[in-house]
């Protein structure tokens, strides 16, 4: 070699290796521009496979997350390639984190899917924080969901038009042991009698506690009925006029429950502990089966039972979303789409004891067995029981502002 001529020939392959560099780049960049949610489902796929995708939500239960790591994931990897990402993180951290992402015009940020719904849906798709529309793609959206269903086009009233897709139908239940107190109050009129009856030993999570507001919303719709709240205008006012019998009931109540309604625990799970050591008589919870699990787990006695009012309890469905800058777009996509899927939903149901999301209507002969011959376990109501007595949640924009007129009109009124 020409020594003379090094320092050239150093450069061209310096300048080849800069050219390489940026253009591996740049197909990067490419490949995360140009990934389409219309294209067909088994591009898509491809484009999934060996991807990383995470899945932010709550992480208080253990037995969701086993489920998921366990049951959930080896699927994903099996089919797709796809390696699952569980993240425990409360919603208003994930909302906060997203919004902070797009503040700093992130187009790629870390979170992928999120188990979302309700007031946090509402505002995560008003502020573009989510990707969409997308369920529409998904094959097994068409194959196993009802897309007329009111909860699949709604959400606490809110146009779902496609951001998010279902993942497990809640639903609020009462809960007490029949070997302490032989009621099981069938309305608004018979709970006020059976807090009288049983003074001081009942109360619920202060508001805006998930299960506490709950109970609020299924009083108020005992007292004043579900349907006038449909639309209605998020004006405070209006809403109080609304709920105003309600509040005078609540009011009312005060003077039977724990601390004379003076304070409220603040979490459900603080109202389910004072159950559990025999403080109070009674409880509710937003799982229509977490009966059968406290009991399987030897947290709850045989005696222990679930119950519903006659008009019904509120209900919803939560779901999962995609971020707007999501990194992993297609492989979320592919996951949303295996979790919707009869099977996933059957071990959802066997492993969770959660209502699945699939439309009975739509399930094969084999498909209807599985499901049919879950053991929902012990003090619960029957599926088709549960769904005859449910309630539409209130509209996302309206719970806020029950919520506030609760602390200011009831808490020690």
Same mark, same amino acid.
């Given at each position: ?175 007490? !042991?029949?070997? @302490?107190? +032989? *009621?099981?109050?069938?309305? %608004?009129? /018979? ?5 009288? &009856? =049983? ?35 998020? !004006?405070?006012? @209006?809403? +109080? *006029?609304?709920?105003?019998? %309600?509040? /005078? ?5 005060? &003077? =039977? ?157």
């Amino acid at each position: 070699m020409n020594f003379k001529r090094l320092p050239l020939f150093l450069g061209i392959i310096m300048a080849l290796f800069l050219i390489t560099g940026c253009s591996g780049h740049d197909d990067t960049n490419v490949g995360s521009q140009v990934f389409d949610p219309n294209a067909n489902f088994d591009t898509i796929i491809e484009q999934a496979k060996g991807d990383t995708v995470s899945f932010y939500g709550w992480g208080g239960d253990e037995d969701r997350n086993r489920w998921l790591n366990e049951t959930v994931a080896p699927v994903l990897k099996e089919k797709y390639d796809i390696t699952l990402e569980v993240v425990g993180m409360d919603i208003d951290d994930i909302l906060a984190k997203l919004s902070g992402e797009k503040q700093a015009g992130l187009e790629e940020g870390t979170i992928d899917m999120i188990w979302i719904n309700g007031e946090n849906f509402y505002s995560a798709k008003e502020n573009d924080l989510l990707f969409g529309p997308f369920v529409e793609q998904l094959p097994n959206f068409e194959k196993y969901i009802d897309s007329n269903d009111e909860e699949i086009k709604n959400d606490f009233g809110f146009p779902i038009e496609g951001y998010e897709a279902p993942y497990a139908k809640a639903q609020m239940v009462f809960i007490n !042991d029949s070997a @302490v107190t +032989k *009621e099981t109050p069938r309305n %608004a009129e /018979e709970f006020m009698e059976y807090c009288k &009856k =049983y003074e001081g030993k009942v109360t619920y999570p202060a508001l805006p506690d998930f299960t506490g507001s709950a109970f609020v919303r299924t009083l108020i719709y005992d007292i004043v009925g579900h349907e006038q709240f449909i639309g209605m205008e998020p !004006d405070k006012e @209006v809403v +109080k *006029e609304a709920i105003e019998p %309600a509040l /005078e009931y609540l009011r009312e109540l005060n &003077k =039977y429950l724990w601390n004379q309604g003076k304070t409220f625990p603040s979490t459900s799970g603080e109202v389910n502990n004072m159950f559990e050591d025999g403080e109070l008589v009674m409880t509710m919870s937003y799982g229509p089966y977490s009966v059968a699990t406290g009991i399987e787990k030897g947290i709850y006695k045989n005696t222990v039972r679930t119950f519903v009012f006659d008009k019904g309890t509120v209900g919803n469905t939560n779901y999962i979303a995609i971020a707007n800058n999501s990194p992993n777009k297609a492989a979320a996509m592919v996951a949303i789409n295996e979790i919707i899927s009869a099977e996933i939903q059957a071990t959802q149901f066997e492993e969770l004891k959660e209502l699945p999301v699939v439309s009975y209507g739509k399930l094969n002969a084999e498909e209807k067995a599985r499901f049919d011959n879950v053991d929902i376990g012990q003090g619960v109501l029957p599926q088709d029981e549960l769904l005859s007595k449910r309630l539409p949640e209130m509209p996302a924009n309206i719970v806020p502002i029950v919520e506030e007129i609760w602390l200011e009109e009831v808490v020690g009124k």
